[in-house]
């Protein structure tokens, strides 16, 4: 069974710029979450989507936006870009009724 | 709300000592506690999980921890640490109903002495 797959995994973008990144969850998963890692904030919950529908939300600016497609398949968006969203972005997925998360490698994102 | 504090952002122990990283957490109902390994430039990878039942719950590689309601804590211990034990460690809570929202406390790197 795949795992969770991030895409890409490394990315430099310009501050002011909109990024979007991709995440496809495991098999008949339907619950994909996003986190924010970095050095100082450590790891910060975005949001969570179920069936396509945004079911929990953390507490960043509305820069930061996200969608599940029919398939699961995740997609998150930063607009105008910001030196501090440089980050490793990680999505994770559960099952339904799940309790486990199972992550992704992530995608390390760098502003400039 | 719930919320995670890792005592200690490094420990060192040298091969074959013991290893205890520490975890408190906050909820105001049960909790379902975890915890996460993360290998630089990698993802997590689950260690163990407390959910209901059992209060010692045993995990990959040689670790277990020991879910303690009297305390909020959920220690993370292994008898013998091996080289490849250096990571960075996280511990984890969520509640039912809101598995894909796991509050994370803020890492303990573990060092392995030779």
């Known amino acids: 069974k795949a795992g969770v797959t991030q895409t890409p995994r490394y990315l430099i973008k310009t501050r002011g710029q909109q990024v979007t990144l991709s995440c496809s969850p495991i098999?008949?998963?339907?619950?994909v979450s996003w986190y924010q890692q970095t050095p100082g904030q450590g790891l910060q919950f975005l949001f969570e989507y179920f069936s396509e529908t945004q079911r929990n939300k953390g507490n960043f600016p509305g820069r930061f936006s996200g969608r599940q497609f029919s398939n699961s398949r995740s997609e998150m968006n930063v607009s105008t870009l910001e030196l501090g969203d440089s980050a490793l972005y990680l999505c994770?997925?559960?099952?339904?009724?799940?309790?486990?998360?199972?992550f992704g490698q992530g995608t390390r994102l760098t502003v400039v | 709300a719930q919320s995670v504090t890792q005592l200690g952002s490094h420990v060192s122990v040298s091969e074959g000592a013991l290893v205890l990283l520490r975890c408190n957490y906050s909820s105001s109902v049960p909790p379902y506690l975890f915890w996460y390994v993360q290998y630089p430039n990698q993802g997590l990878q689950l260690l163990l999980k407390?959910?209901?039942?059992?209060?010692l719950v045993k995990g990959i590689n040689g670790f277990e921890a020991e879910f303690k309601k009297s305390e909020t804590s959920f220690h993370l211990t292994k008898p013998s640490a091996h080289m490849s034990d250096a990571a960075e460690y996280f511990c984890?809570?969520?509640?039912?109903?809101?598995?894909?929202?796991?509050?994370f406390g803020q890492g303990t790197e573990l060092s392995v002495k030779p």
């Open positions: 984890a809570v969520t509640v039912y109903n809101q598995g894909g929202k796991l509050i």
């Open positions: 994770a997925s559960s099952a339904q009724g799940g309790t486990e998360a199972f």
């Open positions: 407390y959910t209901t039942g059992a209060t």
């Open positions: 098999s008949g998963h339907r619950s």
